[in-house]
């Protein structure tokens, strides 16, 4: 998933006050807050803002692993192939 650390920081940067005004954006007294497109933005509890940063970084501990294992397998077949030629 690209680019979903800084998706995931960027809603929580658009759910904190806003400095001109006291109140939240995302408010539950409001109703869903609209942008310039005239599309709604749902509201998000932290629950579910919980529940998206825990599938974030799953993913990419899953990411890391992935490139860790291939650049092992690299390296062991690299070195499996120096020895064949030396000996």
Not at 16 to 27: A, H, I, M, N, V
Request: aromatic share 10%.
């Amino acid at each position: 998933m690209h680019g979903g650390l800084s998706q995931f920081k960027a809603l929580v940067a658009r759910r904190k006050e806003l400095p001109s005004s006291g109140k939240k954006r995302f408010d539950s007294s409001k109703v869903k807050r609209t942008t310039k497109t005239g599309i709604q933005e749902p509201v998000i509890s932290d629950f579910e803002l919980k529940k998206i940063k825990d599938r974030i970084q799953a993913e990419s501990r899953t990411e890391r692993l992935r490139y860790y294992t291939i650049a092992t397998l690299a390296l062991l077949l690299f070195c499996g192939i120096l020895y064949f030629l030396l000996f």
